[in-house]
């Protein structure tokens, strides 16, 4: 197995998820069962990364039986779906999403997107030729320019310099940057000699975690200032 930056990458974003619901816990901000149910948000994609990492590591996501269930157009999308269900579902979890948003400056909400400058990595593989190469530029590329965008956004949020208007549309774009080329553009992928390598350990922590919860993180912002919108509006 080579070295992967995937595990402290996620590592960093879950615990940074961690310390926003515990902080406004201890802010008074929200009571004990909003906090548990962002818990349990926390822990049931890291359950399903877990799983999909043994799975993996197992040589199962290797065979062709696995590859012809087209886990492209469904692998990623899991945990963005059980996390919509829940919120749909559970008052006090949408509550306390609520106030993670509202309290937390927005200058963090848009620098932990900063780290999706390490999508560098799958760009470095498909040069030396280990990663399907259109994959790494119409997904990686995009991931990449996303997260350099991040930087400047966050220094512009931070001076007071831009809209919550500016913030919705960039955290939507932040979204579709990986949705629209993943879900337009699979057919194409999978026809890639390397596509299995997607779903080798670790990379396929990748799909199965660290892409989903970036895209989480942008919806979950966008839904709360549109929500704030529609209020004032």
């Not at 619901?21 to 877990?50: D, E, T």
């Not at 259109?134 to 590329?141: D, H, R, S, Y």
């Not at 579709?176 to 000699?193: D, K, R």
């Amino acid at each position: 197995m080579q070295f992967s930056t995937l595990p402290i990458l996620i590592a960093v974003i879950f615990g940074f998820l961690w310390f926003l619901s515990r902080r406004i816990h201890r802010l008074g901000s929200i009571n004990s069962s909003q906090r548990n149910w962002l818990v349990v948000l926390l822990l049931i994609p890291l359950i399903w990364g877990g799983y999909i990492g043994y799975q993996s590591s197992v040589g199962i996501f290797a065979t062709e039986d696995f590859l012809s269930l087209l886990p492209g157009y469904w692998l990623p999308y899991v945990p963005v779906v059980i996390a919509i269900i829940l919120t749909l579902l559970v008052t006090p979890l949408r509550i306390g999403l609520r106030k993670l948003v509202d309290e937390t400056p927005y200058h963090w909400l848009t620098a932990i997107h900063g780290l999706r400058i390490l999508a560098i990595g799958t760009l470095i593989k498909a040069s030396i030729g280990v990663f399907p190469e259109k994959f790494a530029w119409f997904v990686g590329g995009m991931d990449l320019l996303f997260g350099l965008s991040a930087i400047a956004v966050t220094l512009l949020v931070h001076r007071g310099r831009l809209t919550d208007g500016f913030l919705l549309v960039w955290h939507l774009i932040g979204a579709l940057v990986i949705v629209a080329p993943v879900a337009g553009l699979m057919h194409v992928f999978m026809q890639e000699a390397l596509f299995s390598k997607l779903f080798a350990f670790p990379m396929v922590l990748a799909p199965a975690l660290v892409v989903p919860s970036f895209v989480m993180l942008n919806l979950l912002v966008a839904w709360r200032l549109l929500e704030k919108r529609m209020q004032r509006g």
